[in-house]
């Protein structure tokens, strides 16, 4: 069973561009969270989505949304980057949410901005 | 608000020695769950174990094995007999709840290990 994959796993862009980030979930899994890693503020929840629909956010502004598709798989966006977006992007799965249910992590991309 | 507190940044061991990562937290539910899991330096997080605010018995995988104790908020891991490949930082994490809308996980900051050849 192939495990979460995302893509890009390195992308390196400029202050002020966009970036979409995709991870695609374990084969059967409906839920999907994301996470960024920074070194100063460690590991934290940007969002989760379920059967296409956002469920819960974390407490990122605007300029990071997300979404995902009808085959489970999820894209992140982030407009506007700013020096403090780079970062490890981390994409969880499960196969229907909550905490009872473990989550997959996959990879990660890492993304700088310059 | 929930808060996981891991306040060992980094420890050093010899190989074959074993090694306890701490973790304390702080929430308001009474139904919880917390988490342990592992980062190698490919960045991938590993699960290594859930628990339930309900199920304070102790659990042993392998070399493994984690102490959770409600009275101090505290669930601590022991690698017995640590080896090189135990090398990595290690995340505690906290949910609240039960069921849908609850798998936002809290992290500590991490514990980084080095086992020493």
């Known amino acids: 069973k192939a495990g979460v994959t995302q893509t890009p796993r390195y992308l390196i862009k400029t202050r002020g561009q966009q970036v979409t980030l995709s991870c695609s979930p374990i084969?059967?899994?409906?839920?999907v969270s994301w996470y960024q890693q920074t070194p100063g503020q460690g590991l934290q929840f940007l969002f989760e989505?379920?059967?296409?629909?956002?469920?819960n956010k974390g407490n990122f502004p605007g300029r990071f949304s997300g979404r995902q598709f009808s085959n489970s798989r999820s894209e992140m966006n982030v407009s506007t980057l700013e020096l403090g977006d780079s970062a490890l992007y981390l994409c969880?799965?499960?196969?229907?949410?909550?905490?009872?249910?473990?989550?997959?992590f996959g990879p990660g991309t890492r993304l700088t901005v310059l | 608000a929930q808060k996981v507190t891991q306040a060992q940044t980094e420890i050093s061991v010899v190989e074959k020695e074993d090694v306890t990562l701490d973790c304390v937290y702080e929430?308001?539910?009474?139904?919880?769950?917390l988490f342990w899991y592992k980062q190698p330096p490919s960045g991938e997080l590993v699960f290594l174990i859930r628990?339930?605010?309900?199920d304070e018995q102790n659990e042993i995988s392998g070399r493994y094995s984690w102490n959770f104790q409600k009275s101090t908020s505290s669930f601590n891991f022991t690698i017995t007999a640590s080896q090189v490949v135990d090398s990595a930082v290690y995340f505690c994490?906290?949910?609240?709840?039960w069921g849908f809308g609850n798998e936002k996980l809290t992290f500590g900051t991490g514990t980084r290990l080095t086992i020493i050849p």
């Open positions: 969880a799965s499960s196969f229907v949410g909550g905490p009872e249910n473990e989550q997959f």
């Open positions: 084969s059967g899994h409906r839920s």
């Open positions: 989505y379920f059967s296409e629909t956002q469920r």
């Open positions: 929430t308001r539910d009474t139904t919880y769950y």
């Open positions: 628990r339930n605010s309900f």
């Open positions: 994490a906290l949910s609240g709840g």
